[in-house]
């Protein structure tokens, strides 16, 4: 069917519109939002980071977790070079309180919002040594003293409440992902919440240790074993090459 004239200019102009809808979304997405999750995640007070810490850590222990299998010889060597790690770097070892889980396979460490931090016996027994397993906790605390949790989470929610607002009730799907967000699991940090902390944690290697080499090291055996370049298209992580030229071009600054 051929468009009257009319018909065409209406269509031109609506599809205008949804274009400079959709060049304010992004940056209402890439900037706004960002700087507003900065702001009020500021203004929490620090009672609420704690109580959604620890029921994160109960509901991951009712649906996910099983106590950690880790000899309590192991536990405890770990637990005290991360406290060493801790103290060197005049941080609070109340503050960042270290959970060992047994999570089936799963190669993983993670932050709560009250700073505890989540090892898996599997990424216990994996990585090579003990500098590479401080890396990867370092890079957890890196999220915690930036307060990359709770700004996601608001960032998040934020969003979803714009979308409704815009198109109408999302239903079920955005409480499911705002709830997510709460729980802090199914939601990934963004690619530059990533190297940031990336950063954070191969610096502080840096000043203990002269080199930050043990965070390279340990992000090519979790990129390996977790096969996380393979989704890379649909991640909010950057590659391992990625990282990793990060990582050395702060060594060369």
Known sequence: MKLS?????????????????????Y??????????STYIAEKIPESVYQTI???????FDESEFLPSKLAAEQQE????????????????????????????????AFALMDGSIIVTDSLVAKLGNEQQLM??????VGHVQHNHLMENTIRVSLFYITMSLMFGDVGVVSDLLIEGSTLGLNLSYSRDFEKEADAYAAQ????????NEAMIEALKILYEQN??????????????A?????????AND
């Open 204 to 211: 502080k290697l840096e000043e203990l240790y002269g080199s």
């Open 77 to 108: 060597r770990v637990r005290t070079s991360y406290q060493g790690l801790l103290k060197n770097l005049s941080l609070s070892i109340e503050d960042y309180p270290l959970h060992f889980r047994y999570w089936s396979d799963q190669m993983n």
């Open 53 to 59: 810490g620890e029921s994160s850590l109960e509901s």
């Open 227 to 240: 096969d996380l370049e393979t989704f890379h298209w649909a991640s909010t992580h950057p590659t391992f």
């Open 5 to 25: 004239e009319k018909q065409q200019q209406w269509l031109f102009i609506a599809i205008a519109v949804l274009l400079g809808l959709s060049v304010v979304g």
């Open 242 to 250: 990625e990282r990793k030229t990060s990582i050395e071009n702060l």
């Open 27 to 36: 940056r209402a997405y890439t900037a706004l939002l960002p700087a507003a």
């Open 135 to 140: 890396a990867v906790l370092l890079h957890e």
